[in-house]
């Protein structure tokens, strides 16, 4: 009885404190601008299979796509293991699940093992690829120590959890077959049975192993639960709602400002009312308050990978611009003002903000828009939007804007053309000598 005590109120605690943190996400996404996301729902639902439940833009990086693979199968399957673990712990049970399911069972727990060591040789050799082989993607000015420990860090818990669980099956086969009490025959061990003849066979040093794993794993699991709302890994759970909330226009469109195209009418059409702009409201973003929600969420739901910064062509030509950073710095502005509203209340205010003090201006202006990095996130983000909305601040509020488009837009005011010659004079390459 103790120990469904303890483990009730581990659970509730651990719980407890996921949806604290929770809640903050949440309460730092709604901070940014409304935005109609809800349309063409149909679409989206298949947006979402096929992209984030499916893993189709992983491909393109077939190694990479095959690794996480066994990572996401791993996470998604072998955690239907946790709630008979939740059950048993609650109810001083052992294995609830293998009488009702029978033979189903050993399947399940045989697959369970598989995927359990695919995951196990997928880490290690995601370790290898971060801190042997150091692929290029993963380093970067934006990857200072704690994103590469993160990432590090994750893949050390998966180790050990895995490990933990295949030692456990282990201890518990070998007290199957003593006929420990309690320990009742199930299933086959394809992958823990290699690891019997390490294990002592005194039984009382059996179930303190087979105990102390099964704690560990459980521990292990809620640790990681409470892990995941600071670090990158929260993709796990974010990559489903950016992808079905992610962008359905073509990439290269870009949207229309209506305070802007309600000027644009009222001049047009003198029997036009504008709709009245709220009050405060500004052209473009500055801090993250003033871009969407869909923004934000982007920013906790990035996965760190770099597969956008590794195609960007600003980038692979030595300009400062990472479409990585912008998300990462983005993120990081959020959680600032996110711990400003605990400590100093929602009219927090600092002399910070994400445009200047995390993003500079150089970067904003070395993106081409050429939307390489939004097609090669694997999790339809758009960084893109953020650096247009960080543009459109910088030009319509404040006036300035880098040298070659403050040119273009003499051009425009005064050619009718981005081009420095007069209308006259554009077809004067064609004219025949």
């Not at 998604?76 to 609650?90: A, K, R, T, Y």
């Not at 399947?107 to 290029?136: H, M, Q, S, W």
């Not at 903000?353 to 828009?369: F, G, H, K, N, P």
């Amino acid at each position: 009885m103790l120990a469904q005590l303890i483990f009730l109120a581990l659970s509730a605690f651990a719980i407890y404190l996921f949806g604290k943190n929770a809640g903050k996400i949440g309460r730092n996404i709604h901070l940014g601008l409304p935005e109609n996301r809800s349309d063409r729902k149909s679409e989206r639902l298949k947006t979402m299979l096929w992209v984030a439940f499916g893993q189709s833009k992983m491909q393109t990086r077939p190694v990479a796509a095959i690794l996480h693979l066994f990572l996401y199968l791993g996470f998604v399957i072998i955690n239907i293991e946790v709630l008979e673990i939740v059950i048993d712990g609650l109810f001083g049970t052992h294995r609830i699940f293998a009488q009702p399911l029978g033979q189903v069972y050993g399947v399940l727990i045989g697959a369970f093992e598989v995927l359990a060591f695919l995951v196990l040789v997928a880490c290690v050799i995601f370790l290898i690829r971060r801190n042997v082989l150091k692929l290029r993607r993963f380093s970067g000015v934006e990857m200072t120590e704690w994103p590469k420990s993160d990432a590090n860090y994750i893949l050390i818990i998966e180790i050990l959890l895995m490990s933990a669980f295949l030692t456990m099956n282990a201890a518990d086969s070998k007290l199957q077959q003593l006929g420990v009490t309690h320990y009742i025959p199930v299933g086959t061990f394809p992958v823990s049975s290699w690891l019997m003849g390490l294990l002592p066979n005194s039984t009382t040093a059996l179930v303190l192993i087979e105990r102390g794993c099964w704690w560990f794993h459980i521990v292990g699991i809620f640790a990681f639960l409470n892990y995941l709302p600071y670090s990158k890994h929260l993709h796990i759970l974010l990559a489903f709602p950016a992808t079905y909330f992610s962008k359905l226009s073509p990439k290269g469109q870009f949207n229309n400002m209506d305070s802007v195209s309600n000027e644009v009418k009222a001049m047009l059409d003198t029997s036009y009312t504008p709709t009245p702009v709220a009050a405060g409201s500004t052209f473009g973003a500055k801090d993250v308050q003033g871009l969407s929600w869909k923004n934000l969420l982007d920013a906790y739901s990035c996965t760190e990978c770099g597969r956008c910064t590794s195609v960007c062509p600003a980038n692979l030509t030595g300009k400062l611009l990472s479409p990585r950073k912008i998300m990462m710095d983005t993120r990081d502005r959020l959680t600032e003002v996110g711990k400003g509203i605990d400590a100093h209340g929602v009219d927090f205010k600092d002399d910070k903000s994400l445009l200047d003090t995390y993003v500079s201006r150089e970067e904003i202006w070395a993106c081409t828009t050429c939307n390489a990095c939004t097609d090669a996130c694997p999790i339809n983000l758009d960084p893109l939007n953020i650096i247009v909305e960080l543009r459109r601040f910088a030009v319509m509020e404040e006036a300035q804007a880098a040298a070659s488009v403050n040119s273009m837009f003499g051009n425009l005011e005064n050619n009718g053309a981005p081009w420095k010659y007069a209308p006259s004079d554009r077809f004067n390459w064609a004219t025949k000598e």
